[in-house]
């Protein structure tokens, strides 16, 4: 379970692990003047076989390599574990954004107010977990409408394009009526794509790249329209460039620390003479922490 955590979690979560007050309940278990004597065998491999990966896996996490060393000096360790020769390092799987609780200050109220055992503080919890959970709602919708919306623009986009490629003056009626048809269609989009770029840019939204690049083939479909069929054209309307200074316009678009430890050693093992070391490996070794 503990390994399965640290493959799916993030980087909170490897701090955590990070820390001497986790570290040095694992050494606990090798330690023969804790829990060593009574831990199997299998137990205590599998432990160290967490060190070693965690110590390559995880390299923003100092204290973990630190342990696994410690291990060594002492004796506890003598050869690395028989791992594949490549340790992937731990990355979590990207999980879907959940707006409600991206607000931390929200977040850090909700925390407290359910931390009190004030019934007002309760009730605003509940009023207030509602109001999070209606923005994400929201903020759901507001997505679905964009997929639709950019669905619709790709769809018309693609036909009349292909429409056009096969038009000769032996076209039937129907096929040019259709066209006509997708042409005042795409127009109406120019203007629901207008307002879906504005709104992603207010809201620093990351598919503002996509609405543009719908928006630059919906425009030349057009403009090909009008050159194919002989319709006056209009001139073009560009989206204004964003205002954040994170995000690029494109040319010519239509409208459209870690906590600090109360540990910050590791155990004494004590498990008799010590590996010699110089250096740091000696400092390291006489500042392990005895609980």
């Not at 023969?32 to 967490?50: A, C, F, M």
């Not at 000769?168 to 120019?190: A, F, I």
């Not at 939204?205 to 425009?219: C, F, G, H, P, V």
Request: hydrophobic share 30%; glycine share 4%.
């Amino acid at each position: 379970v503990l390994e399965a955590c640290v493959k799916s979690c993030g980087q909170k979560y490897h701090q955590e692990i990070g820390k001497f007050r986790f570290l040095n309940e694992l050494i606990k278990l090798l330690s023969n003047k804790y829990d060593g004597p009574r831990t199997s065998q299998p137990v205590k491999h599998k432990i160290i076989e967490l060190f070693y990966s965690w110590s390559v896996g995880l390299p923003s996490e100092p204290k973990i390599q630190e342990a696994y060393l410690m291990l060594k000096r002492q004796g506890v360790v003598v050869v690395d574990p028989h791992l594949p020769s490549q340790i992937e390092q731990y990355k979590p799987t990207p999980q879907p954004r959940m707006a409600v609780f991206e607000d931390d200050e929200k977040s850090k109220l909700l925390a407290r107010l359910l931390a009190s055992k004030h019934p007002d503080d309760l009730q605003a919890a509940n009023r207030l977990i509602k109001n999070m959970v209606r923005q994400d709602e929201i903020r759901e919708e507001k997505l679905s409408l964009r997929v639709q919306e950019l669905e619709m623009v790709q769809n018309n986009t693609k036909l009349l394009k292909e429409m056009l490629s096969h038009y000769s003056s032996g076209t039937p009626n129907s096929d040019v009526e259709l066209m006509k048809e997708l042409y005042d269609s795409c127009e109406k989009l120019r203007t629901d794509l207008f307002k879906l770029a504005g709104t992603a840019t207010e809201e620093g939204d990351d598919s503002l790249s996509e609405i543009l690049r719908a928006n630059d083939d919906l425009t030349k479909v057009i403009e090909d329209y009008r050159r194919v069929m002989g319709v006056p054209g209009e001139p073009r309307s560009t989206v204004p460039p964003p205002t954040s200074s994170t995000t690029q316009s494109a040319p010519d678009v239509v409208n459209s620390s870690e906590p600090s430890s109360n540990i910050s050693s590791l155990i004494d093992l004590d498990i008799g003479s010590s590996i010699p070391s110089s250096g740091n490996g000696d400092m390291l070794s006489n500042d392990l922490q005895d609980l």
